[in-house]
């Protein structure tokens, strides 16, 4: 799908005179490379937040690249963002200067639909993303994170409490709530529940610190025998299959009550399916490319329920950054200067990386890298 331009005409930059600073990329290659752009105005109800950290989400790389075929270069990736709001419209009522604040995904929706109205703004056809589309409020191109700041309607930033590390709460607003919504939604946060966390990276180790926050018993399911050690000892798991052991995973049949799939590379789903309680629910917020097999038994059998989730809305973003910020959950990440993200994509393209890099903004990105 085309990044969407909602009937608008892209403005060219020179109309638009505050300055920016990111770093772009100009084609498939993915390469950044340092871009002054523009950003609009602050108007009546945004809000200009001087960024200070930006996570490296798997969606940045796909993007950077075109592997989604709907990249617009030059394109300034980033998602997962925090920093200090500069500046705030007359109209704005929820943020004053200082407050430290978020951005996810999205930065505007139609306002208007069945999604948008119920709090579910990123099921919205129109909704915005943070970058790659262009803003209907004045047809500029969206630009991420990636850069020194950013303009922003206040009804599409979250505060961050006091007591979350900025650098470390950055992941939480794409990572976070990709897992949290999904594990409100289909109740999969009730202490004493068991939850079978699949894949231990970027998203699925986040999962596993909210199940543990929830109260609830968590399977760490890996592919990998090595990530044992770290489930369990570092991230609070209670167990471990490997998926590939046909005698462990017989052994955990119907022993959970939910599921959640982290993965974004081919897997088989029916052996996870079998792990699930009658009535258990398996929700996939990972996107393997190839279309997935799913044979209709697998399913009816024990009335298995297999569904998909995509980030959440505003409100519940705030309400999952709270949370976070009550019971101390945090992502795991490795910081890097700006000058280091190539490589760090590259690193990240390979999953080496525990789990998150997160770039130092406003330490390290300078106009002459």
């Known amino acids: 799908m085309a990044a969407p331009t909602n009937g608008k005409k892209l403005v060219p930059e020179e109309e638009h005179p505050r300055k920016a600073f990111g770093l772009a990329a100009h084609d498939s290659s993915g ?3 340092p871009f002054p752009f523009s950003r609009r105005n602050n108007g009546d109800t945004d809000v200009t937040i001087k960024i200070l950290y930006c996570g490296i989400c798997h969606s940045d790389l ?8 709907n990249t617009i270069y030059p394109i300034v990736a980033g998602h997962e963002i925090v920093g200090e709001i500069i500046e705030v419209g007359s109209d704005v009522k929820n943020f004053k200067l200082g407050d430290k604040a978020g951005v996810g995904c999205m930065v505007e929706s139609c306002r208007s639909c069945p999604s948008c109205t119920t709090g579910f703004e990123n099921y919205c056809p129109g909704m915005i993303l943070t970058y790659n589309s262009v803003h209907p409020k004045d ?3 969206t630009y991420g994170g990636y850069s020194d700041m950013i303009v922003v309607d206040q009804d599409f930033v979250v505060r961050i409490p006091e007591n979350l590390p900025l650098d470390k709460a950055a992941p939480l607003l794409c990572a976070g709530i990709t897992v949290y ?4 939604y289909h109740g999969l946060n009730a202490p004493g529940k068991h939850l079978g966390v699949v894949g231990l990276g970027g998203l699925g180790h986040v999962a596993v610190k909210f199940g543990k926050a929830f109260g609830m018993k968590v399977t760490v399911i890996s592919s990998s025998p090595s990530k044992e050690k770290e489930a369990i000892e570092r991230l ?3 167990a471990f299959l490997v998926s590939r052991s046909d005698e462990q995973m017989k052994a955990a049949v119907a022993s959970m009550d939910g599921i959640i799939d982290t993965v974004s590379a081919a897997h088989p789903i029916p052996p996870l399916l079998s792990l699930l309680k009658p009535n258990g629910k398996m929700i996939l917020v990972g996107a393997p490319e190839k279309p997935l097999e799913v044979p209709a038994f697998t399913l009816i059998f024990g009335g298995k329920n297999l569904s998909g989730s995509m980030i959440g809305g505003i409100k519940d973003t705030q ?8 019971h101390n959950v945090t992502a795991d990440i490795e910081l890097i200067s700006a000058d280091y993200v190539n490589r760090a994509i590259e690193r990240l393209a390979k999953a080496d990386v525990r789990y998150r890099f997160v770039i130092d903004i406003a330490n390290t990105l300078k106009s002459n890298i």
Do not use: C, R, V, Y
């Open 236 to 238: 609070g798991a209670d």
């Open 31 to 33: 390469l950044l490379s």
């Open 319 to 326: 309400e999952m950054i709270d949370f976070a910020g009550k």
């Open 181 to 184: 919504s999904p594990m409100k």
């Open 139 to 141: 047809g500029t191109m």
């Open 62 to 69: 796909h993007s950077i690249k075109n592997e989604w075929k």
